[in-house]
C-alpha cells in the first residue's frame, strides 16, 4: 500500500482523523492519512507492543456508509483473502483483516515510496526522458510479481486463475529502495472467489485494458501483459499508445489493433526493447508473451 499522499492523484481531506472520528482501530494506531479514494481511505499505521516493539503498516478503512452494502464487504474480504495469498518481493503484502463498530479494514505493508505515475512525471519534469533500462528493469520485477500471482494455487493443489487486470502505473509502487511492488489485486479474478463481476461491469482502467476484456468477462494471464506492456510503452516514451481525449475513443484504438511504434517517439529506443513491447501489445492473446516470466526474460 503506498504511504504518498499524491499517490494516483487521489485527494486527501483537510482533516481525514476528525472525519474517521477516531485515532485507533482494531491493535493499530493511526498516524496519518496517505490517500482518499471513493470506497476506502488509506492510513499509515502503528503497532506497538513490549520493549519498545514498533511496526508501521498501512491500513485500508472501508468508508463506513459502505460496511452496510453486503455485496462490497463481500468483495473486500475476498480481496483480502486473495492477497493475504500473496508473498512474493515484488506484490505488496496484506497483514491481516478486521471489522471493529461499523469499521471494516485491512492491514498491510507500509511501502514508502511512489507510484508509477507520480515517479515519472516528477522525473520527466526535472531532468526529461528516463533511461530505457530502468524501465526495462521496473517492467521486469513486475513481471516477477504477476508471475507469482498468475501461478498461486489453493491448499489442494489446484490453479486459481488468478489475474489482476488492472496493472496500471498507479498500481506499481517503487519505493525509496529501490524495490518494486505490485499493489491493489481488488479488482483481480480467481476461479474461487466469493464474489463475481456483475454482469455488463467492466473492471479495470480504459486505456489499458486489452481487447478482450472490453468485450467480455474472458480474461487471462496475458491480459495483463496487455496492460503492462501499456504501462511500459509509456514508461519509455512518455505517450500513451491508445491515447484519447474520451473513453469511446480510447476503446475504439485499443480494438483497432493499431499501436504507433514507440521508436518514433524515442529514436534511441533498442530495437529489442521495442520489439518486447509490440509483443506484449498484441490485439490476439495469442500472439503476446505466454507468460510474464517470458516477457520478464
Known amino acids: 500500500m503506498p504511504p504518498d499522499g499524491k499517490n494516483g492523484g487521489k485527494q486527501t481531506p483537510s482533516n481525514p482523523l476528525s472525519r474517521l472520528g477516531r485515532d485507533r482501530v482494531g491493535r493499530y494506531e493511526i498516524i496519518y492519512p496517505i490517500a482518499m479514494g471513493g470506497m476506502a481511505g488509506v492510513y499509515a499505521g502503528r503497532l506497538l507492543g513490549q520493549g519498545g516493539f514498533e511496526k508501521l503498516v498501512a491500513i485500508k478503512i472501508v468508508h463506513p456508509h459502505l460496511t452496510s452494502e453486503r455485496a462490497f464487504v463481500e468483495m473486500f474480504l475476498d480481496e483480502a483473502r486473495l492477497a493475504a495469498r500473496l508473498q512474493h518481493p515484488n506484490i505488496g503484502e496484506v497483514y491481516e483483516i478486521g471489522q471493529e463498530d461499523e469499521l ?7 511501502i514508502m515510496g511512489q507510484d508509477l505515475s507520480a515517479l515519472f512525471r516528477r522525473i520527466w519534469s526535472r531532468v526529461g526522458a ?17 508471475q507469482e500471482a498468475h501461478d498461486l494455487r489453493d491448499d489442494a493443489g489446484r490453479p486459481l486463475n488468478i489475474v489482476h487486470r488492472d496493472v496500471t502505473p498507479r498500481n506499481v509502487l517503487v519505493s525509496y529502495r529501490g524495490q518494486v511492488k505490485l499493489i491493489d489485486f481488488g479488482v483481480a479474478f480467481a476461479r474461487y472467489r466469493l464474489t463475481s463481476t456483475a454482469v455488463g461491469l467492466t473492471k479495470g482502467k480504459i486505456g489499458f485494458m486489452p481487447p478482450e476484456q472490453i468485450r467480455g ?5 496475458r491480459s495483463d501483459i496487455f496492460s503492462l506492456g501499456v504501462s511500459l510503452y509509456w514508461m519509455v516514451t512518455g505517450e500513451h499508445p491508445f491515447s484519447g481525449n474520451t473513453d469511446a475513443l480510447r476503446i475504439q484504438r485499443i480494438l483497432s489493433g493499431k499501436v504507433k511504434p514507440p521508436r518514433l517517439w524515442r529514436p534511441d529506443l533498442s530495437p529489442a526493447l521495442e520489439k518486447v513491447i509490440l509483443k506484449a ?14 516477457m520478464g526474460e
Do not use: H, N, W
Request: negative net charge.
Open 104 to 110: 471494516l479494514y485491512m492491514v498491510g505493508e507500509l
Open 217 to 221: 468477462p474472458t480474461v487471462d494471464r
Open 281 to 294: 501489445l498484441a490485439s490476439r492473446p495469442v500472439e503476446r508473451f505466454e507468460t510474464a516470466a517470458q
Open 130 to 146: 528516463i533511461e530505457p533500462a530502468y524501465a526495462a528493469l521496473i517492467a521486469k520485477e513486475v513481471c516477477a510479481g504477476l
